[in-house]
């Protein structure tokens, strides 16, 4: 069994995200759906890979998402805590120039 825990919380009226272990194919819909169940308002997101040690392309495709969705709300997703294996993969693809990354 794959799982993915994505614990949520607020900082500064951004709604922040912070998947723990692997992000791939069976895990990334845990990423993509955790937002959609937030009944508050928000337009900012801060996802948080510090505890994710692998990221594959759906994880890619769930960040495209949420950023997608960010700026439907006239906001932005800002990718933070960023280890070694998904920067390079962020590097690869160019998508370290798209996400506002700290």
Known sequence: ???LSVPMGWE????VLRPCGEIDLHTAPALTEAARGVAEPWREMVVD???VSFMDSAGLHA????SQ????RG???TVTGVR?????LLDLTGLSE????T
Do not use: D, H, K, N
Not at 63 to 66: E, N, P, Q, V
Not at 84 to 88: D, G, I, L, S, T
């Open 75 to 77: 906001g932005r997703l």
């Open 63 to 66: 960040l495209i998402g949420l």
């Open 12 to 15: 500064r009226g951004a709604l």
């Open 98 to 101: 798209v996400f506002t990354t």
């Open 84 to 88: 070694e294996q998904p920067a390079r």
């Open 1 to 3: 069994m794959y799982m």
């Open 49 to 51: 890979l510090s505890g």
């Open 69 to 72: 969705r960010c700026r439907a």
